[in-house]
């Protein structure tokens, strides 16, 4: 919905009996600019009464959290964030490259907030930025076991790196050493790196070895009810800002970012992997064919959305 569309609903609509209520924000200025877009987003939520189940897919800052916090956090028993941006885009001569907004990024500040103002949600789903398994991340799982009524949730873990494309002040981690501020396969872009491939390919990396301890995480020192159900589903792996950008080989990305399903039984977890015979057979088609390119599906993402466990209305 483009901003004079939001502002209109916000002005000539009553919806007096709403409980529920399912959105996509598409902020998607390149061709029309919306410089107003986040005021009207927040006049659009507040003209709702408090709502008992939101989804909010697309475009997403801090101004729209907090309206949705404040207005609605109170009553929500099922809440899905879903920030994302479109990639970079050209103009009509298909020289320029038009760069977009980052992708509002969760940090543990903002999980606090949504812990406090939202005490109800029992049923979650929200992006997490994979950090190389560092404390930081970590931190951010940890805020998951102070919210007293969850049962389910669905963590996306995002591999991505917009920032080193589209944030002009953006350096190298001190961290790097002079292999990792190499170009990667001779590139002539300054922003691909081997140190950015690296870390990009230790973070897709998700296999039951960090599900497991991401479950733990969370349930160890849980308050109020127990966790039932984490959905882990893998996104992002190797992007750096460009819808066209995919540094690495894609079918390798795609064989690392696993999805998994992790489940309360009796005394015990059970932890499944969701799309398992897909990627096994995708990987020995690759391996037969290890030049094609026509690998590069998810192939976990169907059977993450229609579990049928959390983050329904999300897809």
């Excluded at 916000?10 to 107003?36: A, G, I, R, T």
């Excluded at 995480?217 to 992007?239: V, Y």
Aim: contains cysteine.
């Amino acid at each position: 919905m483009s901003e004079d569309v939001l502002s209109w609903i916000s002005q000539n609509c009553s919806f007096s009996s709403l409980k529920c209520l399912s959105v996509l924000l598409n902020c998607d200025d390149h061709m029309e600019e919306q410089p107003h877009y986040a005021d009207a987003a927040v006049s659009f939520l507040r003209s709702f009464p408090p709502l008992d189940e939101l989804s909010i897919v697309g475009s997403l800052e801090p101004s729209i959290l907090d309206a949705i916090l404040t207005h609605h956090g109170s009553r929500l028993e099922n809440l899905c964030l879903r920030p994302t941006e479109e990639g970079a885009m050209a103009d009509r001569t298909g020289l320029h490259t038009h760069q977009r907004a980052i992708t509002m990024i969760f940090t543990a500040d903002y999980l606090t907030k949504i812990c406090v103002q939202c005490p109800q949600p029992q049923d979650l789903t929200i992006p997490i930025k994979r950090m190389l398994s560092s404390p930081r991340e970590t931190e951010l799982y940890k805020c998951f076991s102070k919210m007293p009524r969850l049962q389910s949730l669905f963590l996306v873990l995002d591999c991505s790196n917009w920032r080193v494309f589209r944030d002009p002040t953006w350096t190298d981690p001190p961290s790097y050493d002079v292999y990792d501020r190499e170009p990667f396969q001779g590139s002539f872009l300054p922003y691909r790196k081997k140190g950015q491939l690296r870390e990009a390919l230790m973070n897709c990396a998700v296999d039951e070895r960090l599900a497991r301890p991401i479950w733990e995480t969370i349930t160890s020192d849980k308050t109020g009810t127990r966790l039932r159900t984490l959905r882990l589903w893998t996104t992002g792996g190797a992007e750096l800002g460009d819808e066209e950008d995919f540094i690495g080989n894609p079918s390798t990305v795609n064989h690392l970012s696993r999805s998994w399903l992790i489940r309360e039984v009796g005394e015990g977890v059970d932890i499944r992997e969701l799309g398992r015979a897909a990627r096994e057979l995708r990987y020995r088609e690759m391996r037969a064919h290890p030049h094609s390119k026509d690998y590069c599906d998810s192939g976990a993402t169907e059977e993450v959305f229609s579990e049928g466990v959390a983050g329904e209305g999300c897809e």
